[in-house]
């Protein structure tokens, strides 16, 4: 798990690079509950899934700074599947107070549906915190590693719709077998793999097909897989295409330079998204962009 030390140690630090004016007397964007399937969330910030970051101190420490919901670290079904020790460790839901979704890497459907199997028959024997600290279930269709590019997986599957309706249709009907508390289901993307993708707005249809088969909500990361995250802007314009496309009918989360609680707030005001996954800018204020009285 390299890299993850210095992920850890990063100095604290604010950036933000929009601002945005509240209204006086206005009720604050950051302070409005978010309904997300069947859970009530306390704020529209939520904690956004990191590789070698979120495990579940840090996620505890986030959501009682004031995080409405957290994720897991991302998961390879295919390792589930292997009974991996390593990958199911990964799975440290041991704090049932800490709201946590399960993400899972975008994969092949067979893979998709015996992993969610064996993650049922653990949480019933050998990894009883499962069945009380998995609340929610996400799968990732926007990881930019070139590994997970190489072999077709993530945001690949982004552009074989047929695929990805059988995905998502696999997390739908395991929502509605498990014993497991699982209360949301939503998937996480990106604008597509490269500019061609975003030309395309693969990300679009992407957001039909989770809507039709009845998904809580996606989550917009406003870039492509080939992006450099640190030299280029997130293009929250795309997150904007996609809300109006949608409205009510299904949540849409912004993601993508979000570093203070300002940059959340105009987010929200500039694309109407529902609520803010925030990665980095968790890692920067060491948790503190979620703590309402922090500045």
């Known amino acids: 798990r390299r890299g993850c030390r210095r992920r850890r140690r990063t100095a604290v630090r604010q950036h933000s690079g929009r601002t945005a004016h509240v209204r006086t007397g206005a009720i604050d964007l950051l302070d409005r509950p978010l309904r997300l399937g069947n859970w009530t969330l306390k704020s529209p910030l939520l904690l956004a899934p990191m590789e070698c970051v979120n495990d579940c101190a840090y996620r505890k420490m986030c959501f009682e700074l004031g995080a409405g919901f957290t994720f897991t670290e991302m998961v390879r079904p295919a390792a589930i599947i292997r009974k991996n020790p390593a990958t199911l460790s990964r799975i440290d839901t041991f704090d049932s107070t800490t709201p946590t979704s399960l993400q899972l890497l975008g994969s092949p459907p067979d893979e998709v549906r015996k992993a969610l199997q064996i993650v049922d028959e653990l949480a019933e024997s050998e990894n009883p915190h499962w069945a009380r600290g998995i609340h929610g279930l996400d799968i990732n269709f ?93 293009r929250w314009a795309h997150i904007r295409r996609a809300k109006d496309k949608v409205g009510d009918r299904l949540k849409i989360l912004g993601n993508g330079d979000v570093y203070t609680r300002d940059d959340a707030r105009a987010m929200m005001e500039q694309t109407r998204c529902d609520g803010v996954l925030v990665a980095r800018g968790s890692i920067r204020t060491a948790g503190l962009i979620f703590d309402p009285a922090w500045q």
């Open 142 to 234: 926007g990881c930019p590693s070139s590994t997970v590019i190489k072999a077709g997986l993530g945001p690949v599957l982004l552009n074989r719709p047929r695929v990805l309706q059988e995905v998502l249709e696999e997390m739908a009907e395991w929502r509605a077998r498990t014993r497991l508390p699982v209360g949301v289901i939503g998937i996480k993307i990106r604008l597509g793999v490269n500019a061609d993708d975003e030309y395309r707005e693969v990300y679009l249809r992407a957001i039909d097909i989770a809507r039709k088969v009845g998904l809580d909500y996606v989550a917009l990361h406003a870039r492509h897989a080939r992006d450099d995250s640190k030299a280029t802007k997130a």
